[in-house]
């Protein structure tokens, strides 16, 4: 068994969470909004983040995270249709479009047939949608909301895939599929073309102004959170609630906090809690958004957990964690499920990963 260990000294963390998460013992906890239908769902996606990664970020920041706040808590199983370890494709497409399928897998079924997910059914009942990442937007976990691949490896398909959706804003990396590309189109133009204000720096997020954004924002993948990523999560995830709440009919968002996960590959313990930490500020503006709406179902879960992380000493009060990885890979174990509005009081359990999209589509009243 392979064993990689680290201790890490967070001390500097203890004000990352932009939402204040209580102090000492008393921790505020959202009671409002539990039953009815949904008008909009954010579905945060923590890739990577089992129970071990949370309590890391918690330790790291003394104790608390704005995960402290849901009381609807419960457990998805993740294997695939082939593995007892998921890959993200299978575990993502399992999330968006209710069905098991195998390890690579992009929106399609066992068979390789193309499956709807839950962007485009809400698409189809005209509500605006988005996805916000900090990977490239054709990395595994947003190409099975949008796209329709036998192999998550199809990255300029995947790309190309976007001009077939009304999706209004995507943020996040990967403008090499869309501009740089072995057939020689330029993606780009089509999107301007359809309407889209692009943005290609980070910086410029916050200043977008369109009602349908594209935002190209790395050439590949974001950069790690302490190599000067900054905010770029929480401000695009601000500016898509901005943008999509515009929306009479409501909005479907993906938020996912991408390199917890890769953290997790690396063994690297500074490199998950900064992930976490950067994953859960974005949380706390979200269910600050939830909270003043009303209408707004938050789930925030995970699509595997990746390392074997196991926390085997610490220190709350200094922000210390003793931890060791048992794998450079995922696991196989459940993943938590955490839920805040309406409809929210039906993700408690224990259940597999394709009911979460059953959960969202009786939450949006597609299905009974």
């Given at each position: 068994?392979?064993?990689?260990?680290?201790?890490?000294?967070?001390?500097?963390?203890?004000?990352?969470?932009?939402?204040?998460?209580?102090?000492?013992?008393?921790?505020?906890?959202?009671?409002?909004h539990?039953?009815?239908?949904?008008?909009?769902?954010i579905?945060?996606?923590?890739?990577?983040?089992?129970?071990s990664?949370?309590?890391?970020?918690?330790t790291?920041?003394?104790?608390?995270?704005?995960?402290?706040?849901f009381?609807?808590?419960?457990?998805?199983?993740?294997?695939?249709?082939?593995?007892?370890?998921?890959?993200?494709?299978?575990?993502?497409?399992?999330?968006?479009?209710?069905?098991?399928?195998?390890?690579?897998?992009?929106?399609?079924?066992?068979?390789?047939?193309?499956?709807?997910s839950?962007?485009?059914?809400?698409?189809?009942?005209?509500?605006?949608?988005?996805?916000?990442?900090t990977?490239?937007?054709?990395?595994?976990?947003?190409?099975?909301?949008?796209?329709h691949?036998?192999?998550?490896?199809?990255?300029e398909?995947?790309?190309?895939?976007?001009l077939?959706?009304?999706?209004?804003?995507?943020?996040?990396?990967?403008?090499?599929?869309?501009?740089q590309?072995?057939?020689q189109?330029?993606?780009?133009?089509?999107?301007?073309?359809k309407?889209?204000?692009?943005?290609?720096?980070?910086d410029?997020?916050?200043?977008?102004?369109?009602?349908k954004i594209?935002?190209?924002?790395?050439q590949?993948?974001?950069?790690?959170?302490?190599?000067?990523?900054?905010?770029?999560?929480?401000?695009?995830?601000?500016?898509?609630?901005?943008?999509?709440?515009?929306?009479?009919?409501?909005?479907?968002?993906m938020i996912?906090?991408?390199?917890?996960?890769?953290?997790g590959?690396?063994?690297?313990?500074?490199?998950?809690?900064?992930?976490?930490?950067?994953?859960?500020?974005?949380?706390g503006?979200?269910?600050?958004?939830?909270?003043?709406?009303?209408?707004?179902l938050?789930?925030?879960?995970?699509?595997?957990?990746?390392?074997g992380?196991?926390?085997?000493?610490?220190?709350?009060e200094?922000?210390?964690?003793?931890?060791?990885?048992?794998?450079?890979?995922?696991?196989?174990?459940?993943?938590?499920v955490?839920?805040f509005?309406?409809?929210?009081?039906?993700?408690?359990?224990?259940?597999?990963?394709?009911?979460?999209?059953?959960?969202?589509?009786?939450?949006?009243?597609?299905?009974?």
């Amino acid at each position: 068994m392979r064993l990689a260990a680290f201790t890490l000294s967070l001390l500097f963390f203890a004000g990352i969470c932009q939402a204040q998460v209580g102090s000492g013992n008393q921790t505020k906890k959202l009671k409002k909004h539990e039953h009815g239908q949904a008008k909009n769902i954010i579905l945060m996606i923590g890739d990577g983040m089992g129970v071990s990664q949370i309590y890391a970020g918690m330790t790291a920041n003394h104790g608390h995270l704005n995960l402290d706040q849901f009381q609807n808590i419960g457990f998805s199983k993740t294997h695939s249709a082939n593995d007892y370890i998921t890959d993200s494709g299978a575990a993502a497409t399992a999330i968006s479009t209710g069905r098991k399928t195998f390890d690579g897998a992009i929106g399609v079924d066992i068979d390789t047939i193309p499956a709807t997910s839950i962007l485009e059914y809400a698409e189809r009942n005209n509500k605006a949608t988005g996805m916000v990442v900090t990977s490239s937007m054709t990395h595994a976990t947003p190409a099975s909301f949008i796209a329709h691949q036998a192999s998550r490896k199809n990255y300029e398909e995947i790309a190309a895939d976007f001009l077939n959706t009304d999706i209004d804003v995507f943020i996040g990396g990967g403008l090499k599929n869309f501009n740089q590309r072995k057939d020689q189109r330029d993606l780009t133009s089509q999107l301007d073309d359809k309407g889209y204000q692009l943005i290609y720096s980070p910086d410029s997020i916050k200043f977008a102004i369109g009602e349908k954004i594209a935002g190209l924002v790395y050439q590949e993948h974001g950069p790690k959170y302490s190599e000067g990523r900054g905010d770029m999560l929480s401000h695009s995830a601000q500016k898509a609630m901005e943008v999509l709440n515009k929306d009479t009919d409501g909005f479907f968002l993906m938020i996912e906090g991408s390199q917890i996960d890769w953290g997790g590959h690396d063994n690297d313990g500074p490199y998950v809690v900064n992930e976490m930490l950067d994953f859960d500020r974005t949380i706390g503006i979200v269910l600050e958004f939830a909270e003043k709406d009303g209408n707004t179902l938050v789930i925030v879960t995970a699509d595997h957990e990746t390392g074997g992380m196991s926390l085997t000493g610490g220190n709350i009060e200094k922000g210390e964690v003793n931890a060791k990885f048992t794998t450079g890979d995922h696991t196989g174990v459940m993943v938590p499920v955490f839920a805040f509005g309406p409809g929210s009081e039906n993700f408690r359990g224990i259940y597999e990963n394709t009911e979460i999209f059953n959960k969202m589509m009786v939450a949006f009243g597609f299905i009974e």
